[in-house]
T-cell receptor, first 114, second 115 residues
Framework: AQSVTQLGSHVSVSEGALVLLRCNYSSSVPPYLFWYVQYPNQGLQLLLKYTSAATLVKGINGFEAEFKKSETSFHLTKPSAHMSDAAEYFCAVSLTGGGNKLTFGTGTQLKVEL | EAGVTQFPSHSVIEKGQTVTLRCDPISGHDNLYWYRRVMGKEIKFLLHFVKESKQDESGMPNNRFLAERTGGTYSTLKVQPAELEDSGVYFC?????????????FGPGTRLTVT
């Protein structure tokens, strides 16, 4: 079985500061990893995905994440936060092969302050 | 191209009543998923359709929940009778055939409140 842990249910950063949202996973087989973002009153939107290709994955809106197998981590970063980045972010894992159901973390609410 | 749509956006019902949620996936997407987020908890998988067949329903909480996907197009999720613990946001997602492992496109969700 797979699981995801997101450290920090709420993260607050200043505009222009580094954004770092943490995600650790547990999986018995090589995983596929995802970050989704949910803006208020909208559905989940895929930010980026790791599917066993390059370990550093670039996504939309300047976000990127690095898959580190030794640390079982897939942290999300953005060099400079913008007010429009305020949203809830979800890390998710699915197993390679069969089913493809996503297992989500509990989400991290990102607040960006002036 | 229209995205995944869900109806209604909000539903408030009393305990013991029946509610039916609808999901229209992106046209041509064979895979359809239902997820639920109870307040303060993680988003949890409910079930997965491939066309009209249930591929995986391991996340369905109990037999008060019935999901259908007639003709392999839209899907409905019926809760009968509803209980207080069924409150939450129900998300639907879809993905294309052959690319099922790569991306699921989510709808805006239906917020269900059982009073």
């Amino acid at each position: 079985a797979q699981s995801v842990t997101q450290l920090g249910s709420h993260v607050s950063v200043s505009e222009g500061a580094l954004v770092l949202l943490r995600c650790n996973y547990s999986s018995s087989v090589p995983p596929y990893l995802f970050w989704y973002v949910q803006y208020p009153n909208q559905g989940l939107q895929l930010l980026l995905k790791y599917t066993s290709a390059a370990t550093l994955v670039k996504g939309i809106n300047g976000f990127e994440a690095e898959f580190k197998k030794s640390e079982t981590s897939f942290h999300l970063t953005k060099p400079s936060a913008h007010m429009s980045d305020a949203a809830e972010y979800f890390c998710a894992v699915s197993l390679t092969g069969g089913g493809n159901k996503l297992t989500f973390g509990t989400g991290t609410q990102l607040k960006v302050e002036l | 191209e229209a995205g995944v749509t869900q109806f209604p956006s909000h539903s408030v019902i009393e305990k013991g009543q029946t509610v039916t949620l609808r999901c229209d996936p992106i046209s041509g997407h064979d895979n359809l998923y239902w997820y639920r987020r109870v307040m303060g908890k993680e988003i949890k998988f409910l079930l997965h359709f491939v066309k009209e067949s249930k591929q995986d329903e391991s996340g369905m909480p109990n037999n008060r929940f019935l999901a259908e996907r007639t003709g392999g197009t839209y899907s409905t999720l019926k809760v009968q009778p509803a209980e207080l613990e069924d409150s939450g946001v129900y998300f639907c997602a879809s993905s294309p055939r052959g690319r099922a492992l790569y991306e699921q496109y989510f709808g805006p969700g239906t917020r269900l409140t059982v009073t």
